[in-house]
């Protein structure tokens, strides 16, 4: 079993900054690909980021390259996503996410997830 608590999300303007942070319960964290998800209101959910075990792979939307980082403390059980230039767009409920695999982390009915941190980015 695994717990994820997300905290960061708040209001910000548009260009500014946020940056958010997941704690995972459990003493395996470091065994998982963790995920940065997002589902904004009439929306799908849509997949931010992820990062393997090791921090060794990395993946982005296409929405969000080049102003967003995820990393990842294992030693703290934590996963970090920096949010820059954040955008109107960007706003949305940010979820994390657990998993086994980089490719399918978010659509595995074993993966665990956290009750979501509202980001919110005035134009």
């Known amino acids: 079993q695994v717990q994820l608590v997300e905290s960061g999300g708040g209001l910000v303007q548009a260009g500014g900054s946020l940056k958010l942070s997941c704690v995972a319960s459990?003493?395996?964290?470091?065994?998982?690909?963790m995920g940065w998800f997002r589902q904004a209101p009439g929306k799908e959910r849509e997949r931010v980021a992820a990062?393997?075990?090791?921090?060794?792979?990395?993946s982005y939307a296409d929405s969000v390259k080049g102003r967003f980082t995820i990393s990842r403390g294992n030693a703290k059980n934590t996963v970090y996503l920096q949010m820059n230039s954040l955008k109107a767009e960007d706003t949305a409920v940010y979820y994390c996410?657990?998993?086994?695999?980089?490719?399918?982390?978010?659509?595995?009915?074993?993966?665990?997830w956290g009750q979501g941190t509202q980001v919110t980015v005035s134009s």
């Open positions: 996410a657990a998993g086994r695999t980089l490719p399918a982390i978010g659509r595995s009915t074993g993966d665990y």
């Open positions: 459990g003493r395996t964290f470091s065994t998982y690909v």
């Open positions: 990062i393997s075990w090791s921090g060794g792979s990395i």
